[in-house]
């Protein structure tokens, strides 16, 4: 027994836990969120990346933006394999549309909508890049297209047929064929 708690393959990895969930609790936790450590944590590669960072965090110092939502957004997008970055501008925008707060991103990122509303087939997909490119575009708006995303991810399931069926009849309203 003693041999297995000396062997690096069981030590390492239990070692390694214990310094994420540190730096974890460290960040969720600091008076001061660092922006160099968040930028670095989720690999940041351009001005824009690092400017959406700093601009989100001076929010949440002036209190303009609920640190716990930063947080929630931040760990949760630091747990994805790839694209954290885009994970966490996406999440951040669309939890803090729900509490009023518009983070003024010009970009609404299909990957992460098509993600968000569990979309399992390719005309689903498509769907989702088609009124992506008309929010881009500004035939279809901003607004409306989000308020659809927030409304079905708070559906328990069949997330893409609320979105799909909500958006198709609000853009009618308006005059905008889907």
């Not at 630091?78 to 509490?99: D, G, S």
């Not at 069926?165 to 609000?170: E, K």
Request: hydrophobic share 45%; aromatic share 8%.
């Amino acid at each position: 027994m003693r041999r297995l708690f000396n062997s690096p393959v069981l030590i390492l990895p239990i070692l390694m836990g214990v310094v994420i969930v540190l730096l974890t609790v460290q960040v969720a936790r600091a008076d001061d969120i660092d922006p160099e450590q968040i930028k670095a944590a989720l690999h940041t590669t351009n001005d824009i990346e690092h400017g959406f960072v700093d601009g989100t965090v001076a929010m949440v110092h002036a209190k303009t933006l609920p640190r716990d939502i930063f947080t929630s957004c931040f760990i949760w997008a630091r747990k994805k394999p790839r694209y954290q970055i885009q994970y966490f501008k996406q999440a951040l925008t669309l939890r803090a549309a729900e509490i009023g707060i518009d983070l003024k991103d010009d970009t609404i990122d299909p990957v992460f909508i098509k993600a968000a509303l569990h979309t399992s087939s390719d005309i689903e997909r498509g769907f989702v890049d088609r009124t992506v490119g008309m929010v881009q575009a500004g035939t279809l708006p901003r607004n409306l297209f989000t308020s659809c995303v927030i409304a079905a991810r708070e559906k328990p399931s069949y997330q893409f047929q609320y979105f799909k069926q909500a958006l198709t009849l609000r853009a009618a309203k308006i005059g905008i064929n889907l």
